[in-house]
Nanobody, 118 residues
Framework: VQLQASGGGSVQPGESLTLSCAASGRLERINVMGWYRQAPGKERELVAEVHGAGGVRKNYADSVKGRFTISVEGTKRTLYLQMNSLKSEDTGVYYC???????????WGQGTQVTVSS
């Protein structure tokens, strides 16, 4: 599976961005898709994750609940992250990750930079 993340940019606090992750390859067994981020000097952390092709089960990091929405669409399983009310602490490189299940490493996208600053 190959992943291409896009949609990052520089915004001011309170603004919104939508990230996209385009996938190619054998996707029929992919059941877990997520967004992670890595801030400067910090470890990569889970932001949001969706389980199942229909994206029924979702979980979010406490820091983004109520502000971010993860979704997956279409047979190509394009993954989105709608980010509202962005804060400076949301700054980082955002990566998408697709896995067959939670027990395996899966595939990572190349990352897209999000900078929130006044």
């Amino acid at each position: 599976v190959q992943l291409q993340a896009s949609g990052g940019g520089s915004v001011q606090p309170g603004e919104s961005l939508t990230l996209s992750c385009a996938a190619s390859g054998r996707l029929e067994r992919i059941n877990v898709m997520g967004w992670y981020r890595q801030a400067p000097g910090k470890e990569r952390e889970l932001v949001a994750e969706v389980h199942g092709a229909g994206g029924v089960r979702k979980n979010y990091a406490d820091s983004v609940k109520g502000r971010f929405t993860i979704s997956v669409e279409g047979t190509k399983r394009t993954l989105y992250l709608q980010m509202n009310s962005l804060k400076s602490e949301d700054t980082g490189v955002y990566y998408c990750r697709y896995r067959i299940n939670s027990a395996v490493s899966g595939s990572w996208g190349q990352g897209t930079q999000v900078t929130v600053s006044s």
